[in-house]
């Protein structure tokens, strides 16, 4: 199940969440992040990136995949604190 409640966790749990999701979006059609071929993760100055690329690194387990970090000035929305695109191929 796909967990969108995000206010008010920190980052951390952000990040957590947010490839939790990632990888539920890719079970579905039988794919893992082991099918991934790209991660751009999208954070906000002054946030705790550590703690967003060591998830992204937990999430992805040793698997290597093309990864992109962007700077963005605010959210989409105010209570997100980062944000992730991912591309998957079979």
Known sequence: MINTRIDPLGIAEQARMVWSNVATILGAPGMGVSDLVSATTYVIPGRDMTAVMAERDRALGGH?????????????????KMGISVAAAT
């Open 64 to 80: 290597l995949a093309a990864s992109t970090l962007v700077i963005v000035p605010e959210p989409a929305q105010p209570p997100w």
